[in-house]
């Protein structure tokens, strides 16, 4: 067993909540990342004496632990080609497009694997250092499902949660994975795996039994020396007040209609905002859109789509190959039905503070979701927690997990185009008082439903979990 730490909660995940950020001196210096999950995570590390586990970003770079904004955080070093191998390979070109219906080809490379299991162990053995006696440890996410049984046989003390961000797939797809054994069996590390949806967990359950060969009964899993894992739905959700709150203020006000203003003030703002990920159907709905316009159902004069791509992993080659489709989607576009000063799609690559979101998100009548597949899609909650006016629209894909919530959203498949545009012509003619009954009841869900609560449920679940006696060793 290692030596323990003073945490008393431990969060791993693959990457730190704060950038780094190099000022015009020089000097280098952390800046919160905008992801909810650190905000949600915030006040119960600061109440636990919470450590964060996490990669800086960049490469071969010995970072002490340091205290940002009185939070604990502890860099894990990666070298480039575990960048490239751990990162880029194994998590984002194997497992992220396998786990979202293979949506794009996964590749499976046995040194990607070998670079997946030396970093997991590397997270683990950072946790098994910090986590104070019986502390609880909660791993995130895809790129760390091998650190919950590693931290285990460090330090059996603790009570370990896991909970993955993306979908989990059905035995049809996740057996193709060489290694599939081996990740079941280091999810089952963990007392508590979470997922979005309870179809995630029952297809992890389900493997379990037919894979693995363990005892299982609804959503618990009994190992064979008898320590009980269990197998869960948490949806994730938003800091809802935090964002209404933002929505509300004169600057997010005033920035709402100087969007309006410099799109020349159009009848009607559609809007579109995700990572460039080729799992976020971008590609269809634009072409949904163009068909719309090409067709005479909208005209440039009076509506736009206005479609915010942030960039993401862009040395990964499927990355740059949709990034290069879409880039000459949106020329062809606005080259056939553009106006002077008038695109049929504003198209942004790049990323925004919060402030310009909620601008954006109030500026827009009609917001278009439609992954092929998304573990839940936070885009969608934030749009609707800005709307407190009750008014705007929003057309969500029915794979993405946020739909089983939002089921007064305009659904659609976005495999079929012409579903995908009749719902946006829907969405776009549809009866005030429609608007506002879909979006109260959108609303009443997401305010209830937030990340404190999500964040809080997990770990007094986690907290409840009794800890196994030591095993009686025979002499
Ligand atoms: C998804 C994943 C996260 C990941 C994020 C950004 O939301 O579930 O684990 O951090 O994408 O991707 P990146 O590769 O930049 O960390």
New binding site residues.
């Given amino acids: 067993m290692t030596a323990s730490g003073s945490a008393d909660l431990v969060i791993v995940?693959?990457?730190l909540p704060v950038d780094r950020v190099v000022d015009t001196d020089g000097t280098l210096r952390w800046r919160r990342s905008p992801?909810g999950l650190v905000s949600a995570l915030e006040p119960v590390m600061r109440v636990h004496q919470g450590a964060w586990i996490g990669w800086p970003g960049g490469t071969d770079e010995e970072l002490e632990p340091f205290v940002e904004d009185g939070l604990q955080l502890v860099p894990v070093t990666l070298s480039a080609r575990e960048v490239e191998e751990f990162?880029e390979g194994f998590?984002?070109a194997t497992l992220w497009p396998l786990y979202h219906d293979v949506v794009a080809k996964p590749l499976f490379k046995r040194e990607w694997w070998e670079a997946y299991k030396r970093v997991n162990q590397r997270f683990a053995e950072r946790a098994a250092e910090v986590a104070a006696p019986g502390a609880m440890v909660w791993v995130?996410?895809?790129?760390m499902q091998l650190v919950p049984q590693m931290l285990r046989d460090l330090r059996p003390d603790l009570k370990i949660g896991f909970f993955l961000?993306?979908p989990f797939p059905p035995a049809e797809l996740f057996n193709q994975l060489p290694w599939r054994r081996q990740v079941l069996e280091g999810l089952l590390g963990a007392d508590i795996v979470g997922f979005h949806l309870p179809g995630g967990a029952q297809n992890f359950v389900r493997l379990v039994r037919t894979r693995v060969g363990h005892k299982t009964h609804r959503d618990l899993i009994t190992l064979p020396d008898g320590r009980p894992v269990r197998a869960g739905a948490y949806p994730i959700s938003i800091d809802a007040s935090d964002f209404e709150d933002l929505a509300r203020s004169p600057e997010v006000t005033r920035r709402a209609e100087a969007i309006r203003k410099a799109l020349g003030n159009p009848k009607r703002v559609l809007l579109g905002v995700d990572?460039l990920?080729y799992t976020k159907g971008i590609y269809p709905r634009l072409r949904a859109y163009a068909e719309l316009v090409a067709d005479g159902t909208f005209d440039v004069e009076a509506t736009v789509f206005v479609q915010v791509a942030t960039p993401?992993?862009e040395r990964v080659d499927e990355y740059r190959r949709m990034r290069d489709e879409i880039d000459m989607l949106v020329g062809r576009v606005n080259g056939d039905l553009g106006r002077i000063g008038r695109p049929a799609i504003s198209y942004l690559h790049s990323s925004y503070p919060r402030e310009e979101m909620a601008a954006l998100y109030r500026a827009a009548d009609i917001m278009v979701v439609t992954p092929y597949r998304d573990?839940m899609n936070l885009v969608c909650k934030e749009y609707v927690a800005c709307r407190y006016d009750n008014d705007g629209a929003l057309v969500l894909s029915e794979f993405a997990g946020a739909a089983h919530e939002l089921s007064q959203a305009w659904l659609v498949n976005p495999y079929d185009i012409n579903g995908m545009k009749a719902a946006i012509v829907e969405a776009a003619t549809a009866d005030p008082k429609e608007i506002t009954r879909r979006m109260k009841a959108m609303r009443k869900t997401v305010s209830e439903h937030d990340v404190d609560r999500w964040a809080t449920g997990f770990l007094d679940e986690l907290d409840a979990v009794k800890p196994m006696k030591p095993p009686i060793r025979r002499r």
């Fill in positions: 995940a693959n990457r992801g990162y998590s984002n995130h996410d895809y790129q961000h993306i990572r990920d993401s992993r573990g």
